[in-house]
């Protein structure tokens, strides 16, 4: 087995406006490779806080973080950047979209900050044709509706071939069919690519098609049983 991220007491605290809060208190996570591991949680308890952290985008924790065997805390800003942007694809809660830019240049952002490869725009134009956007390729972000953008996101986090995909509700926004076609997907990347999943998600669907569902409460990762994932 090959462990692809390694999270030991995270442990994580915003102090603003007088009030002080720790929605990450020592967190541990080990997740290896070809794992789809779901993570639940009440609004407010902290999962995309966790995500950021273990997505290397956040490093002001404390506990610590291996990432593909490196602690991410020895990388420096340019080595972190580089195996994010190689080895980690991310869906964000919010998509962070270019609204005015069309949906297949959306999906190769990507390529702007690494070498671009030839088949890029072929491997974009597949992704979207998969996610059911095959139509929209030259659309403006800005015309889509929610679910549309997320999967814009889907596809660009995809676009390099991730080792592992980090998303915050990837079906957050879609109807229960999209869903579906969404955690088949999901399925078939684990199964196929051997990808690495871990997905903030309410998806009863998801969480059973995943190897493993946690539950964040109290600052706490806490396992289910897989049929309380139900
Ligand atoms: N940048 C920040 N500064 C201060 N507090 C923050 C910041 N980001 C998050 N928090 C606080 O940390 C807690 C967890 O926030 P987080 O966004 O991780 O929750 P979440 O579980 O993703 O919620 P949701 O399901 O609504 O997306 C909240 O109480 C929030 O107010
Ligand atoms: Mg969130």
């Given at each position: 087995m090959t462990t692809i991220l390694e999270a030991r007491a995270?442990?994580?605290a915003f102090h603003d406006d007088g009030a002080s809060r720790r929605p990450l208190d020592e967190?541990?996570?080990?997740v290896e490779?070809?794992?789809l591991v779901t993570i639940l949680g009440r609004s407010g308890s902290g999962k995309s806080t966790l995500l950021g952290i273990l997505g290397g985008l956040d490093r002001a924790f404390t506990g610590s973080?291996?990432?593909f065997g490196r602690d991410v805390r020895r990388l420096t800003d340019d080595e972190l950047a580089r195996l994010r942007?190689?080895?980690i694809g991310f869906v964000f809660q919010a998509y962070h979209l270019l609204p005015h830019l069309d949906v297949i240049q959306n999906v190769l952002v990507p390529t702007l900050f690494g070498l671009p490869r030839r088949d890029d725009r072929r491997r974009a134009r597949d992704l979207l044709e998969r996610l059911g956007l095959g139509d929209r390729l030259a659309d403006r972000v800005s015309v889509l509706s929610g679910g549309q953008?997320?999967?814009v996101a889907l596809a660009r986090a995809l676009l390099c071939d991730p080792e592992l995909l980090l998303c915050d509700e990837?079906?957050?926004n879609l109807d229960s069919e999209t869903s579906h076609e969404i955690v088949e997907l999901f399925g078939e990347l684990v199964r196929r690519?051997?990808?690495t999943i871990v997905a903030v998600t309410h998806s009863d669907e998801l969480a059973r098609a995943g190897t493993r569902s946690l539950r964040l409460d109290d600052g706490r990762l806490v396992e289910l049983p897989h049929e309380e994932a139900r």
């Open positions: 995270i442990t994580k967190v541990d996570l080990r490779r070809g794992e973080l291996e990432l942007h190689e080895r953008r997320q999967r990837p079906t957050g690519d051997h990808l």
